[in-house]
């Protein structure tokens, strides 16, 4: 979940938003089987584990009740390159749990609904570089442009635990 904002988040905050408690509209009422009616039940996602390969879909597409079309969200989300903790979100104990991810590749937006373009930049696990990749087009990134990698079109976001990042990557 990704507000409409003109100000930055962080990836811990959308993990934040995402996990908290939302009372459904009328519209997404829960059908209880006991009552044979529609409710307007409290929602909540937690974590209980997580995988070796992490992939975050931010929402950049906002429908609103009783309208036909969506809304691009533009908010810029910040996420790490390196080191992205999640451990206190989970809620499982088990030591063998290990939360920390290394970033590994991202997928772009720009456009509006319907008439946008997709880029993705992914990391090269024989040579630790970033690449872009754009239609047939595939070049190296710069140390520069490779810090650079979060910006508002960042659509989808992929991270391997850091206990099976490659050593290139290091």
Not at 105 to 128: F, M, P
Request: some cysteine.
């Amino acid at each position: 979940l990704v507000p409409n904002t003109s100000e930055v988040m962080n990836i811990n905050s959308a993990v934040e938003l995402f996990s908290r408690e939302e009372k459904l509209s009328p519209m997404n009422a829960w059908y209880c089987p006991k009552c044979k009616d529609f409710q307007e039940a409290l929602k909540k996602l937690e974590i209980w584990s997580l995988p070796p390969v992490l992939v975050v879909q931010f929402k950049r597409f906002s429908q609103r009740e009783g309208r036909n079309r969506a809304d691009k969200l533009e908010t810029q989300v910040d996420f790490p390159v390196k080191d992205l903790d999640l451990g206190e979100y989970v809620l499982s104990d088990n030591p063998l749990d290990r939360s920390m991810y290394d970033l590994v590749g991202v997928s772009s937006h720009v456009g509006a609904l319907g008439l946008g373009h997709y880029t993705a930049v992914a990391r090269n696990a024989e040579n630790g570089s970033w690449y872009s990749y754009n239609d047939s087009r595939v070049s190296k990134l710069t140390d520069k442009e490779a810090e650079d990698i979060a910006d508002p079109s960042a659509y989808v976001v992929f991270y391997l635990r850091k206990d099976l990042t490659p050593d290139s990557f290091k």
